[in-house]
């Protein structure tokens, strides 16, 4: 009787499995039409993304073109303690940190700040006017944007010629070192702030409006609603943009700096992103070049993880 009991069983579960089997796939047959809109980001991210991957074993050899992976020289961590040891690799490194946290101080608050202003505006046509105004600059190439700082900050540029109106000297924007990291801090914001609106905007747009009536029923001001309404409701928001954006904290971008560089700021605008090219491509030092890379990438990976660590122990959802 229980041998009947166990092979009716078995005989269940064997026929259960498939069942499940079908009900899961369901979807997959249902939404196929949806999922193929999603097969041309997955074969980005798989052929440009992961594929990659496989070169990063270039960094733990004395790669050559001419022997290939399998055939070139494995020589451990060599490359990681050559650039530790490089005075100016330790200067690039210093230069990438230097201007990135000086992109996270200024560049970062700045679209939070403009999207909480856009988005006291009442009248709505203004409003989508101030929008697309402040999204435009995004959609110029650093190219584009360079040259337009080029052609105002040259020494017979419309900034220098004004203040020579007014009475002082030319300042040597493009070429003097001091000037070299705020210029790239500024471009950063009057390209990429209008841009950054978009999230946190969104973000305002799920806010519960009866809290904002309850609110001016009790008497707060707007400036008290924002502090006390706004910000709170859009804190998770703002700080899973932070985690991303520590992510890239060793990545600068690499097409802005590159225009922007010139022998007399080369020390103090040289970042990792251009010193890879310089080592790489130039100088044709492949395997140091991965190796500074993958530096890159790991430092990045910590800093989320370690954010990401921080943030949900202060009670905000993470990214994970």
Not at 8 to 20: F, L, N
Not at 84 to 112: G, K, Y
Not at 273 to 289: E, H, L, W
Request: glycine letters at 8%; proline letters at 5%.
């Amino acid at each position: 009787m229980e041998t009947q009991k166990q092979t009716e069983m078995g005989t269940g579960i064997r026929w259960a499995i498939p069942a499940v089997k079908r009900r899961r796939a369901r979807p997959l047959y249902r939404y196929w039409h949806l999922y193929l809109l999603i097969l041309p980001g997955l074969l980005y991210f798989l052929v440009y993304r992961y594929l990659p991957m496989f070169g990063l074993a270039m960094a733990f050899q004395d790669f050559s073109p001419f022997l290939g992976f399998f055939d070139s020289p494995w020589v451990g961590l060599k490359h990681f303690k050559t650039m530790f040891e490089d005075e100016e690799a330790l200067r690039v490194i210093w230069n990438t940190l230097e201007i990135s946290l000086l992109q996270i101080l200024f560049a970062f608050p700045l679209p939070i700040i403009l999207a909480l202003m856009i988005n006291e505006l009442r009248n709505a046509v203004y409003k989508r006017l101030i929008q697309s105004m402040v999204y435009l600059p995004h959609f110029l190439s650093w190219v584009v944007v360079v040259g337009i700082f080029v052609v105002f900050l040259k020494s017979d540029g419309i900034v220098n010629q004004l203040l020579q109106a007014l009475g002082f000297g030319q300042i040597p924007f493009l070429t003097s070192p001091e000037w070299f990291k705020p210029l790239i801090v500024f471009q950063v914001i009057w390209k990429e702030s209008g841009w950054g609106t978009i999230i946190i905007l969104a973000a305002l747009a799920g806010v519960n409006p009866q809290l904002y009536e309850a609110a001016v029923i009790d008497g707060a001001n707007r400036w008290q609603q924002m502090w006390h309404i706004t910000l709170p409701a859009i804190r998770s928001t703002i700080v899973i943009l932070l985690i991303l954006r520590l992510g890239s904290v060793m990545d600068t971008g690499f097409e802005q700096i590159f225009l922007m560089l010139n022998p007399f700021t080369m020390e103090v605008g040289n970042v990792l992103d251009t010193y890879v090219y310089f080592k790489g491509i130039q100088q044709g030092d492949i395997s140091f070049a991965t190796a500074v890379g993958l530096f890159k990438g790991a430092v990045g990976l910590i800093l989320v993880v370690i954010a990401n660590r921080l943030a949900k122990r202060f009670g905000e959802g993470g990214i994970y």
